[in-house]
């Protein structure tokens, strides 16, 4: 029964009680005053368990959303990310803390090469940071080589593959989108058709026009996910020779709209 329902009977009863003192009924007014500070105190009570009961259905239902170990994963990713690896360019750390390195081309390809296993942890060698079909959008900041406002950016994974013989990298064909405006203010939309690659064990893409004639300069798309974190990546533009910086953006992973049919 709704503690709404209680309370009105309780009122109900009250106005018996005090209907019989008006009366002089049998009980009187002996009704009335054992009975009204009870009612008004348990009324009181129902409608604060009440509410107490719809905030822990509330935290419950959220709590249901929450993946305890993808959480704690992800906080642990961060602190690492925080900490300051001892290994050389090239290498990978055996987890947090960890003393070990090994090559990054032992990254993932099917061999326990870290003592402890992780170079083949399941969270260290998903895919799903450049899965085909996904598609990462942002903005543009141009900081140099290019003089140009702050414009939209898209990089659609058209396809990906993993060679047996090379599993510790995963081959990548891609379409980047750009739109800007020119100088006389129009609208403009190029893409560029690119090809590249991503390394398990820092996490990093990059990717190259594959004609690159076709660009105001020769550029290469660098892009690093932290760990833990997949929907997510801060990437750079360079210039392929020198490397020089031109540009950042931030690319965040667009929702599939059939997952959330």
Not at 9 to 28: D, H, I, M, P, T
Not at 161 to 190: C, H, P, Q, W
Not at 224 to 234: A, S, Y
Request: aromatic share 6%; with cysteine; net charge negative.
């Amino acid at each position: 029964m709704s503690p709404y329902l209680v309370c009105l009977a309780l009122l109900a009863v009250g106005l018996v009680a005090a209907e019989e003192e008006q009366s002089g009924g049998l009980f009187g007014g002996r009704l009335r005053g054992l009975v009204e500070p009870r009612l008004a105190s348990n009324a009181l009570r129902i409608v604060q368990l009440e509410k107490h009961i719809e905030k822990l259905k509330k935290r419950i239902e959220e709590a249901e959303h929450v993946d305890p170990e993808g959480f704690l994963h992800e906080l642990q990713a961060k602190l690492d990310d925080l900490e300051d690896s001892h290994c050389d360019d090239h290498e990978f750390q055996c987890g947090s803390g960890g003393q070990e390195c090994i090559s990054d081309l032992f990254v993932c390809d099917g061999h326990d090469d870290c003592h402890n296993a992780y170079d083949e942890d399941k969270h260290v060698c998903s895919t799903v940071p450049v899965k085909a079909g996904n598609i990462l959008r942002g903005m543009v900041h141009w900081e140099d080589c290019v003089v140009r406002e702050d414009h939209l950016l898209t990089v659609n994974i058209i396809s990906t593959r993993r060679f047996k013989f090379f599993s510790a990298r995963i081959l990548i064909k891609a379409v980047m989108t750009v739109v800007y405006k020119n100088d006389e203010g129009d609208e403009v939309t190029k893409e560029f058709e690119m090809t590249g690659g991503y390394n398990f064990a820092n996490r990093r893409f990059r990717i190259f026009p594959d004609h690159p004639e076709e660009a105001a300069v020769h550029f290469v798309l660098t892009c690093d996910f932290d760990h833990g974190d997949d929907e997510r990546t801060d990437c750079h533009i360079e210039t392929e020779l020198t490397q020089h910086q031109c540009a950042t953006v931030h690319l965040a992973l667009e929702e599939d709209e059939e997952d959330d049919d």
